[in-house]
């Protein structure tokens, strides 16, 4: 440690009272007074080599001090309101789990519907994504009804496969757009 550092450091160590007396009249509350009066001596202590000897201390320290808290507040009116989250109780939040998970479950499935033979993904696109009825689907592709419910259900089979899908479930016999 230099003498510059050592000589700062004990003035400081008499200087805290009016240092911090100096602070609260500046931002009115202890708290921030206190952390600004310890930014001060961190800035002093690293700056010590800078203070001549024989010049007033207490108007080097509070000139320090007075820069902090005006680069403070400039922070403060650029950032804008600040709030401690911790006393919010009324803003809900997520840990992200669910959000995350289904953006890695679309990938795949988007993956997987991109590996599909272009077919099937022609007709799982028409009735699935753009919502046409079989009929629908089968006049815009030019092929059978029949066929669109076949490569359909294959398209959503190799789907359920590649999504890790395996529950089985009752099948519907409502045909989608097919009146019986």
């Known amino acids: 440690m230099s003498d ?3 000589d700062v450091g004990e003035r400081l160590i008499a200087f805290l009272p009016n240092l911090r007396r100096f602070a ?6 202890r708290d921030v007074a206190d952390d600004l009066v310890q930014a001060a001596c961190e800035r002093a202590l690293a700056s010590a080599e800078r203070f001549e000897p ?3 201390f207490d108007a080097w320290m509070f000139r320090i001090l007075r820069n902090l808290w005006i680069d403070q507040v400039r922070r403060q009116k650029t950032a804008g309101i600040q709030d401690d989250i911790s006393e919010r109780h009324d ?3 997520s840990s992200g789990e ?3 998970e289904a953006r890695l479950t679309l990938k795949t499935v988007a993956e997987a519907i991109g590996e599909l033979p272009e077919e099937q993904r022609e007709v799982l696109i ?3 994504v753009e919502e046409l009825s079989y009929r629908e689907a089968a006049d815009v592709l030019d092929i059978p009804i029949g066929t669109v419910m076949s490569r359909l259900a294959r398209a959503r089979k190799s ?3 590649t999504a890790g899908i395996t ?3 009752a099948r519907s016999h409502v045909m989608k757009g097919v009146e019986r």
């Open 4 to 6: 510059a550092v050592k």
């Open 24 to 29: 609260i009249s500046l931002c009115r509350s």
């Open 54 to 56: 024989g010049t007033r």
């Open 91 to 93: 803003i809900a939040g």
């Open 98 to 100: 669910r959000e995350a």
């Open 126 to 128: 028409l009735v699935c």
């Open 159 to 161: 789907l359920a496969e």
């Open 167 to 169: 529950a089985k479930t």
